[in-house]
């Protein structure tokens, strides 16, 4: 993993398993009355990404344990994502539906939670979704681009193809809705 920090420090990325996804850093300051952190930063997320990135809607979801949302992207109006958890914690995945990369058809995991702050960087071409892993969790997520049901598509959580290691107790299923139970397999998924 390679790692970059901004000169004042404010925010540190990683890079992942999957081009261009990275795990953003912020920088917490703490005291015994509690902590501040700047959520967002234009300019301090440019020189950690290299991005000049527009973002265009936020949107903040509550879900209960054993909840999984996705596998989410749009074929129109595609979408970067900035992704964070305000309460509990989740299992955020991306996996790369981008034709001409070199981690096509991979994905990748992390553990997003309001005590480690992280938060996820998944650019356009990429199915995202998570798992809820505490007994609630509040996640924010802000878009490059508005929210477009025409061409939402999405990819079956648990295709054998993709193989995503969900960490859940062998034989549960995880709480869908019928969008996401109804997800598309590797093969029949359009891909950009």
């Not at 390679?2 to 005291?31: W, Y």
Request: hydrophobic share 35%.
């Amino acid at each position: 993993m390679m790692t970059s920090s901004d000169k004042q420090g404010k925010v540190s990325s990683t890079q992942t398993s999957l081009a261009d996804v990275l795990i953003i850093q912020p920088k917490v300051f703490g005291d015994e009355r509690g902590w501040f952190t700047e959520s967002f930063n234009a300019q301090d997320f440019s020189d950690v990404t290299g991005l000049d990135v527009n973002f265009l809607q936020d949107n903040h979801s509550f879900s209960r344990k054993g909840t999984l949302r996705g596998l989410h992207y749009q074929l129109e109006k595609t979408q970067g994502k900035l992704v964070r958890v305000v309460s509990g914690s989740v299992f955020d995945v991306a996996v790369d539906l981008r034709k001409g990369s070199p981690t096509f058809g991979k994905w990748d995991g992390v553990e997003l939670s309001a005590q480690n702050h992280r938060q996820l960087w998944i650019p356009p071409g990429f199915a995202h979704g998570f798992l809820v892993l505490s007994e609630a969790a509040e996640f924010l997520y802000k878009t490059t681009d508005y929210y477009h049901p025409q061409s939402e598509v999405c990819l079956a959580w648990n295709d054998p193809s993709v193989g995503i290691q969900w960490p859940l107790p062998t034989g549960t299923i995880p709480n869908l809705n019928a969008k996401d139970t109804a997800g598309l397999t590797w093969d029949q998924a359009p891909k950009f």
